[in-house]
């Protein structure tokens, strides 16, 4: 089996950038993690791979996006976010939705995210202030989504695919995606050409499924265009977390309410909410971490 990846693309021409993922490990990691139903792992898994392709597009170490979806469906909240190498992390508000197949026997994303509501993408790229583009969603299946916001926040016209196909054991069998953009002066002709491959292409999942490679997927959906392959690269569903995060997460909250939870739990324990790890705190922790808040005056 192949391990996830990444892979970037250009036309030979330049009037055409792309970018492909296959995610099947990391898909199946965040549905160990979060016990998702079929819906929400595919749901999840889209979302992820769309963010780690946004991700992998920015260009400085340290830099991030998040990319929230919040729907009026029984899903609640997708959130995801990529660092700058195209790594993931996420969750969904529900993980347990079960919704009745669609009538052409598919997941029904749509109807779990639902079909009104926004899509948010936060770029951290280290500056003061992140930059924010927020669109109402199309119908809630993702891919078009994100090519909806590339389109109305960003002004570059896009072309998104996205899939995860799960086993009757509720496993990941293939999850990834693409992205296509036009870049500044594509012709008409280059428009309908790149239409024209993805009209023409089998699904995102039937051809992960029979080959994970991404670069094989993006030549399969770009027949008609001679493209310059970049190495593909390594990602992972990777969570930052720390026990030292957690613990400044602890201090901000300030001496009055840690002395609340010290007296009414004689300790604290936080989970993350991308990982599921839990970070334990002891009564003698928690007074300590009140000590020090109160020598400084907070």
């Given amino acids: ?20 993922v296959s995610t099947r490990a990391l898909t199946e990691r965040a549905r160990c993690i979060h016990h998702t139903s079929p819906v929400a792992t595919a749901a999840l898994g889209r979302a992820l791979a769309g963010v780690s392709m946004i991700g992998n597009a920015l260009k400085g170490e340290g830099e991030s996006v998040t990319l929230q979806i919040k729907g009026n469906g029984p899903l609640g909240r997708v959130l995801v976010i990529s660092d700058a190498e195209g790594n993931v992390r996420g969750y969904v508000d529900d993980p347990s939705v ?31 202030q992140p930059f924010v583009g927020t669109v109402d969603l199309l119908g809630g299946e993702i891919a078009e989504d994100i090519a ?13 695919g996205l899939g995860v196909l799960v086993d009757r054991d509720r496993s990941v069998l293939a999850a990834g995606g693409y992205l296509i953009q036009l870049l500044p002066g594509a012709s008409e002709d280059t428009i309908a050409k790149v239409e024209g491959g993805i009209y023409a292409a089998p699904s995102v999942t039937s051809l992960l499924r029979d080959d994970p490679d991404p670069a094989h997927l993006l030549q399969a959906v770009m027949p008609d265009f ?15 977390c720390s026990r030292e995060r957690t613990e400044r997460a602890l ?16 300790g604290a324990e936080l989970t993350c909410q991308f990982c599921d790890r839990v970070h334990r705190f002891s009564g003698d922790e928690l007074r300590a971490m009140i000590a020090e808040l109160k020598a400084n005056g907070k």
Avoid: H, W
């Fill in 1 to 20: 089996m192949m391990n996830d990846c990444i892979v970037r693309a250009i036309s030979k021409d330049g009037s055409v950038k792309a970018a492909a």
């Fill in 148 to 160: 909806a916001y590339f389109v109305e926040s960003e002004q570059i016209p896009t072309a998104c």
């Fill in 98 to 128: 079960e919704l009745p197949l669609r009538a052409d026997g598919k997941l029904d994303v749509g109807g779990a995210v639902g079909r009104e509501g926004t899509l948010t993408v936060i770029k951290d790229l280290g500056l003061k």
């Fill in 226 to 240: 001679e493209l310059k392959m970049f190495d593909a690269a390594p990602i992972e569903y990777r969570c930052t």
């Fill in 251 to 266: 201090l901000s909250l300030g001496s009055g309410e840690l002395e609340d939870i010290l007296r009414e739990q004689n």
